[in-house]
């Protein structure tokens, strides 16, 4: 396959031109999206003359065959022609209706996230980021971070689709201006020594968190079609993780840290700023519960 350069427009807070159709939406697996299952009630339609009655042997007690036999003894005196015939779900059914709920419910959510991926950033509202921080949460790229961290590369992100497999997005000794993370397909990495590297859906690659010039070392290319980027520019990436970094306070006892707090912004407006608690040893963090006022 001949190799096609793609060339990514620089992250300079807008969107990229997309040509995939609304259709083709983000993966089913990467969008766990609050799945409810409603289990339909089994209704059993019983004859008045069966409804609440009991079944027992003259000496008090009865054998599964008694039971038998008395239930079809009553039955066959029944006449069932009048009455009217009552769908009764079966298991089968029951699984069907959860999976079509399933379904409709991961579709929406994935078409949500597409929307708000394809938004300018600068017209992403707080729905539209709390829609994409409940996205990206679940992906590799952003476990180790915090909440404040992801929010705010939610709100700088824009979305990226390469349609064919073989397309090289990176070339060696390209010189890099960007962070990229996999939402579907994959890369395949081809390191100058030979040795080739496989990333797949929520592995990342690009720039790391500095404003010095950066190159890629190796050849990266998709290896299937459709293969769907955010994309986060180097000045971006570099002023969010670092703003964290000079807000982070480590508490540290005995040469070692128990408590990791991050100083920051509580509202919008900037007014109402504080400690937030990141993450500490079990009991410093119930010592810390006992000493807020």
């Known amino acids: 396959m001949e190799e096609v350069c793609c060339k990514f427009a620089r992250c300079r807070r807008r969107t990229s031109s997309l040509t995939l159709p609304r259709s083709r939406l983000l993966p089913a697996d990467l969008n766990k ?7 339909h009630q089994q209704v059993m339609h019983m004859p008045p003359s069966q409804s609440g009655c009991s079944i027992a042997s003259d000496s008090g007690s009865s ?4 039971i038998y036999q008395a239930t079809e003894s009553e039955l066959g005196d029944v006449d069932l022609s009048g009455l009217p015939e009552a769908a009764v779900d079966s298991e089968e059914e029951e ?3 959860e999976d079509l709920e399933r379904a409709s419910d991961t579709l929406l959510g994935r078409d949500l996230v597409r929307e708000c991926l394809e938004k300018d950033p600068a017209d992403r509202n707080d729905d539209d980021i709390e829609q994409l921080l409940e996205f990206m949460h679940q992906l590799p790229a952003f476990a180790n971070m915090t909440m404040s961290v992801r929010r705010d590369l939610c709100s700088v992100m824009v979305f990226e689709v390469v349609e064919q497999a073989g ?3 990176l070339h060696d000794k390209q010189e890099l201006d960007l962070w990229y993370v996999i939402l579907n ?26 404003l010095d010039k950066q190159y890629m070392n190796g050849e990266v290319r998709t290896k299937g079609d459709d293969c769907q980027f955010v994309c986060i520019a180097q000045e ?13 306070h480590k508490v540290e006892e005995e040469g070692e840290i128990v408590m ?29 519960l006992v000493e807020e006022p």
Do not use: Q
């Open 33 to 39: 999206m609050h799945l409810t299952d409603h289990a």
């Open 63 to 66: 054998s599964l065959s008694d």
């Open 95 to 97: 699984e069907e209706d």
């Open 167 to 169: 397309t090289v997005i």
């Open 185 to 210: 397909g994959a890369v395949e990495i081809s390191h100058p020594e030979g040795r080739v590297e496989t990333l797949c859906m929520g592995n990342s690659f690009g720039i790391s968190p500095s």
């Open 236 to 248: 971006d990436y570099w002023r969010i993780l670092n703003h964290v970094e000079k807000n982070t």
């Open 260 to 288: 990791v707090k991050e100083h920051r912004e509580l509202d919008r407006s900037g007014t109402r700023k504080g400690h937030i608690v990141i993450k500490g040893t079990p009991e410093r963090l119930i010592m810390h």
